[in-house]
């Protein structure tokens, strides 16, 4: 099935990530699915079923919380319907991505994410040394009500040297060139949820 409100969206994404290398959109998912997005994270949280995030991969990864704080899980195809409900609407970000930009992106990764009051992720980029892949990221937020007094922003390194920063609040996605962008979470002082992907090519 395809989302056409999302449809309607996905030119826009294509022209921000065509001409600046990323993309701020609000409101692309319906709001139950990001409701019911979050109940699950936070469900996922108190099962214990996230695990503290690693840096790096295969042999090198390693969890450092002087560098990242965060827990996760892997999201598969069938886990929940929410959670497939996400993962069919990026797979349609994916065929217009590779449609406009011919990225040969194959497959779209991607964990939920929490990071308890004062976990921060430091600057960094998100493709690996020894593997790239990883071509456009995607996080979408899960927090309701979120204020800015309480931190926890995205500050991305834009290429014209100023910094943007993004508040993590519900419905909003954000998307940006993984090898290009530079860019860090901030400490929050209440527990932020996301949904943390990449679109990988071949
Ligand atoms: C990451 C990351 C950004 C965010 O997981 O690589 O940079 O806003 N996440 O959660
Ligand atoms: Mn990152």
Same mark, same amino acid.
């Given at each position: 099935?395809?989302?056409?409100?999302?449809?309607?969206?996905?030119?826009?994404?294509? !022209?921000?990530?065509? &001409?600046?290398?990323?993309?701020?959109?609000?409101?692309?998912?319906?709001?139950?699915?990001?409701?019911? /997005?979050?109940?699950?994270?936070?469900?996922?949280? @108190?099962? &214990?079923? /996230?695990? #503290?995030?690693?840096?790096? @991969?295969?042999?090198? /990864?390693?969890? @450092?919380?002087?560098?990242?704080?965060? +827990?996760?899980?892997?999201?598969?195809?069938?886990?929940?319907?929410?959670?497939?409900?996400? /993962?069919?609407?990026?797979?349609?970000?994916?065929?217009?991505? $590779?449609?406009?930009?011919?990225?040969?992106?194959?497959?779209?990764?991607?964990?939920?994410? +929490?990071? #308890?009051?004062?976990?921060?992720?430091?600057?960094?980029?998100?493709?690996?040394?020894?593997? !790239?892949?990883?071509?456009?990221?995607?996080?979408?937020?899960? $927090?309701?009500?979120?204020?800015? !007094?309480?931190?926890?922003?995205?500050?991305?390194?834009?290429?014209?040297?100023?910094?943007?920063?993004?508040? #993590?609040?519900?419905?909003? %996605?954000? %998307?940006?060139?993984?090898?290009?962008?530079?860019?860090?979470?901030?400490?929050?002082?209440?527990?932020?949820?996301? %949904?943390?992907?990449?679109?990988?090519?071949?």
């Amino acid at each position: 099935m395809t989302d056409q409100h999302l449809q309607r969206l996905l030119p826009q994404i294509i !022209d921000d990530l065509a &001409g600046q290398g990323w993309s701020r959109q609000t409101h692309i998912l319906p709001e139950t699915l990001t409701r019911e /997005l979050a109940i699950e994270c936070r469900k996922r949280a @108190r099962d &214990g079923a /996230l695990s #503290p995030a690693g840096v790096g @991969r295969g042999q090198g /990864l390693a969890v @450092r919380e002087g560098i990242r704080g965060d +827990s996760i899980q892997w999201l598969e195809s069938g886990q929940s319907p929410p959670s497939d409900g996400y /993962l069919q609407a990026m797979d349609e970000v994916r065929q217009a991505l $590779n449609q406009a930009f011919f990225l040969g992106l194959e497959d779209f990764e991607c964990h939920f994410a +929490s990071y #308890p009051p004062g976990a921060f992720y430091q600057k960094h980029l998100d493709r690996f040394r020894d593997d !790239d892949r990883r071509t456009v990221t995607a996080v979408y937020y899960l $927090n309701d009500d979120w204020q800015a !007094d309480e931190g926890g922003a995205l500050r991305m390194y834009l290429p014209d040297e100023t910094e943007l920063d993004v508040l #993590p609040a519900a419905g909003t %996605l954000i %998307l940006f060139m993984s090898a290009e962008l530079p860019h860090e979470v901030l400490p929050a002082t209440r527990e932020r949820l996301s %949904l943390t992907g990449w679109f990988r090519r071949r």
